[in-house]
């Protein structure tokens, strides 16, 4: 299968547990695969038969700086279902990460698999 991909997407938005976390935004990294069948598309050159990464980066970026989630599972789950609703998603990874949320680490997060079908 396929694959199309969004890679470092950095949005801003609350995210978290602690008081202090839902008082102003902070980073959240966001990369997503969603697997696809391109060939269609590779073929007719026509965008109406792709999987169209910057509506769904935008849909991934405004949910994320408006869900107010508290756990990045939440909003892990949340994108990976945004993704499952775009024409010609068939299965996505979804990995969201907050940078510099624990100290002496690059970045902390998830990544979740999901498909249509399940």
């Not at 909003?75 to 510099?100: S, T």
Request: proline share 1%; glycine share 6%.
């Amino acid at each position: 299968m396929d694959k199309v991909f969004i890679k470092d997407l950095l949005v801003r938005g609350i995210i978290g547990i602690n008081d202090w976390e839902r008082e102003k935004a902070q980073d959240i990294l966001i990369n997503i695969t969603a697997f696809t069948d391109t060939g269609t598309a590779a073929v007719s050159d026509d965008i109406s038969d792709c999987v169209d990464y910057r509506a769904l980066a935008k849909k991934a970026q405004t949910h994320a700086e408006t869900a107010a989630r508290f756990t990045v599972e939440a909003l892990a789950n949340d994108l990976a279902k945004i993704c499952l609703e775009q024409k010609g998603v068939k299965k996505v990874i979804v990995r969201v990460e907050k940078p510099g949320a624990v100290r002496y680490s690059k970045s902390v997060g998830v990544e979740i698999e999901r498909d249509r079908d399940a």
